[in-house]
């Protein structure tokens, strides 16, 4: 609640108009519309539980109860950012993936709900066993690779129904802080590395799942305000043709999965088939595609053996 501090200098007198859920919520709407935010109705709707707790049921209950000072204050300091386009997720510092909650700050890309779709498949996998026999330690070893906030590994490993053993990596110091701390407070065990992609990772896995940074450099200009300027540069950018990082996990993860082990990436709309090609080049079998729910080309998987 750091995030949206009342001014030190409000004023508190009598005169101050008292907000009710209601008043402060069309207000906040209103503010939103007017500087442009897509979803003015929903945004001021969670911004507004954020701050006062109060769930939909009790506000339909009693959409007059006031709003404290303190909560009004908060709430207002709140839509004030929001239309300053940081995104919601930022303000209230934490985004709902695969049906859990994840901590997230400006180290991490925001889980997006495109990516459940990776998510999915992985447990599909998982679940119909057509895994290679991993373990020394008769436990399957499965790798998120640029793991950022960690929604993709500790999804997996919460929903998986065998008990595997999962390694997440990233370059940066900073969201592997974020994606421990989502580890433990959803009380998943899983191993964080930092690096340099494989650098410090050892040993083989019967998966290794990825969303690398993919949109191409010049393109991210032309991206919305809040993902161009709030989330992390080092997540979006794939360089000049987008696919700098499927070239090298491509060529590096042969030396890191079982044989039979599985390579899934999460993809652009358009970089199915230069994804593809990356792996069948690189002697990857049985390359699929598999769309999002909105149809389009999401994932491309195959095997290494
Ligand atoms: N899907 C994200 C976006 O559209 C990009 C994620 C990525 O680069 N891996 O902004």
């Known amino acids: 609640m750091q995030e949206c501090q009342m001014p030190a200098e409000k004023n508190h ?4 108009k008292k907000e009710t859920l209601k008043s402060a919520y069309m207000e906040g709407r209103e503010l939103l519309r007017q500087s ?49 386009r940081i995104p919601l997720q930022h303000i209230t510092g934490e985004q709902e993936f695969m049906g859990l909650t994840f901590r997230v700050n400006e180290h991490v890309l925001i889980p997006r709900q495109d990516t459940e779709t990776l998510a999915e498949l992985a447990l599909d996998i998982l ?56 580890a433990e407070t959803l009380g998943i065990r899983a191993e964080f590395v930092r690096g340099d992609l494989f650098e ?55 030396q890191y999965l079982l044989p039979g082990g599985y390579l899934i990436f999460e993809i652009g709309y358009d970089q199915a088939e230069d994804v593809s090609g990356l792996m069948s080049g690189a002697g990857y079998t049985g390359i699929q595609v598999k769309k999002d729910l909105a149809g389009l080309d999401r994932v491309v998987y195959g095997r290494y053996s």
């Open 200 to 254: 410090n990772i050892s040993g083989r896995y019967a998966m290794i799942l990825s969303n690398p940074p993919y949109i191409r450099s010049a393109e991210i200009e032309t991206l919305q305000d809040e993902v161009r300027l709030h989330d992390p540069r080092e997540a979006l950018d794939g360089r000049e043709d987008g696919l700098y990082f499927y070239r090298r996990i491509v060529d590096e993860a042969r």
């Open 13 to 16: 007198s009598d005169e101050t």
């Open 36 to 84: 442009g935010i897509p979803e003015p109705e929903l945004d001021a709707w969670y911004l507004l539980e954020y701050v006062t707790g109060v769930s939909r049921a009790s506000y339909y209950g009693n959409p007059q109860q006031e709003l404290t000072d303190r909560q009004q204050a908060q709430y207002e300091a709140c839509i004030r950012r929001r239309s300053s």
């Open 127 to 182: 679940k119909k066993g057509e895994i290679p026999d991993a373990a020394e330690e008769g436990q399957v070893r499965i790798m998120d690779m640029c793991t950022g906030s960690g929604c993709i590994l500790l999804s997996v490993l919460y929903y998986a129904a065998r008990s595997l053993s999962g390694t997440g990596a990233d370059l940066s110091e900073e969201a592997l802080a974020v994606a421990e701390k989502n």
